[in-house]
T-cell receptor, first 115, second 109 residues
Framework: KAGVTQTPRYLIKTRGQQVTLSCSPISGHRSVSWYQQTPGQGLQFLFEYFSETQRNKGNFPGRFSGRQFSNSRSEMNVSTLELGDSALYLC??????????????FGPGTRLTVL | GQNIDQPTEMTATEGAIVQINCTYQTSGFNGLFWYQQHAGEAPTFLSYNVLDGLEEKGRFSSFLSRSKGYSYLLLKELQMKDSASYLCAAAYNFNKFYFGSGTKLNVKP
């Protein structure tokens, strides 16, 4: 089975711009979660999508949004970029089982640099 | 969010044993995951515990005590390639996941 893929791998943007990141989960997985990772904050949960619906949401401002398509691929959008948005953005794929035991498998990440 | 606590950094010698502890809040808890992350790479899944006790997988073992809100990852016969960050993640009701900040393990010769 192919793993989780993310595109692009690297992005450089300037403040005020917007960006869209893409994630393709493992075949058969219906849940996609997004995380922001920075040296100071560790892995911060952004949101989770399951069957095209946002099922969970972290504590990020509304500039961060996402969606999921019928084939389970997901996109994350960040509008009005700020310098502090520079981070590694990871997506994680899982079967979407409720009640624990739902192992998340991570993609390689998109390294976003905001200048 | 839930507080997931683990030490920031540890150092151990090649061939030795190291234990990385993790504590979490027990309310709504469903299971505990450990991930390994090498610098510049994505986290990779190591282990999952849902019941109390020890799960062994080769050189790596993970322990869980649900009543105490405590887990540890035990790495035996340390190798240089084990130098990485180890992330503890707790799963809660409604598929909520919370990660600790990670423990950076330095293995020295």
């Amino acid at each position: 089975k192919a793993g989780v893929t993310q595109t692009p791998r690297y992005l450089i943007k300037t403040r005020g711009q917007q960006v869209t990141l893409s994630c393709s989960p493992i075949s058969g997985h219906r849940s996609v979660s997004w995380y922001q990772q920075t040296p100071g904050q560790g892995l911060q949960f952004l949101f989770e999508y399951f069957s095209e619906t946002q099922r969970n949401k972290g504590n990020f401002p509304g500039r961060f949004s996402g969606r999921q398509f019928s084939n389970s691929r997901s996109e994350m959008n960040v509008s009005t970029l700020e310098l502090g948005d520079s981070a590694l953005y990871l997506c994680a794929s899982s079967a979407g089982l409720a009640g624990g035991g739902d192992t998340q498998y991570f993609g390689p990440g998109t390294r976003l640099t905001v200048l | 969010g839930q507080n997931i606590d683990q030490p920031t950094e540890m150092t151990a010698t090649e061939g030795a044993i190291v234990q990385i502890n993790c504590t979490y809040q027990t309310s709504g808890f469903n299971g505990l995951f450990w991930y390994q992350q090498h610098a510049g790479e994505a986290p990779t899944f190591l282990s999952y515990n849902v019941l109390d006790g020890l799960e062994e997988k080769g050189r790596f073992s993970s322990f869980l005590s649900r009543s105490k809100g405590y887990s540890y990852l035990l790495l035996k016969e340390l190798q240089m390639k084990d130098s990485a960050s180890y992330l503890c993640a707790a799963a809660y009701n409604f598929n909520k996941f919370y990660f600790g900040s990670g423990t950076k393990l330095n293995v020295k010769p």
